[in-house]
């Protein structure tokens, strides 16, 4: 059974950072994502297990780093310099198989951590 323990999140003021952890049972290809109140859910980024390819959106690429622990299956998300639209709870999420195309997409992940909150005041 696959289990995610997602923490890290909270309140900041803009421009802080905060990081934001993942464990995993197993090694998994490891997706955050975001939903912000009344929006859609919003790929953010990904980390191929096997690879170690590094996958960002466009609104993040810059800001924000993931990076793996391998030994430990938990991936990290470094937000810096966050932003209020920055706000939103982000899950965490993991799958066995990602192209470069489907590592954006949510249906692409079986498994979803129970999401954490990020809040940042201006």
């Known amino acids: 059974q696959v289990r995610l323990v997602e923490s890290g999140g909270g309140l900041v003021q803009a421009g802080g950072s905060l990081r934001l952890s993942c464990a995993a049972s197993?090694?998994?290809?490891v997706g955050w994502f975001r939903r912000a109140s009344g929006q859609q859910t919003e790929f953010v980024a990904a980390s191929s297990w096997r690879s170690g390819t590094e996958f960002y959106s466009d609104s993040v690429k810059g800001r924000f780093t993931i990076s793996r622990d391998s030994a430990e299956n938990t991936v990290f998300l470094q937000m810096n310099n966050l932003k209020p639209e920055h706000t939103a709870v982000y899950y965490c999420?993991?799958?066995?198989?990602?192209?470069?195309?489907?590592?954006?997409?949510?249906?692409?992940?079986?498994?979803w951590g129970q999401g954490t909150q990020v809040t940042v005041s201006s």
């Open positions: 197993d090694k998994y290809h």
């Open positions: 999420a993991v799958t066995t198989s990602i192209t470069n195309v489907t590592v954006r997409i949510s249906k692409t992940y079986s498994f």
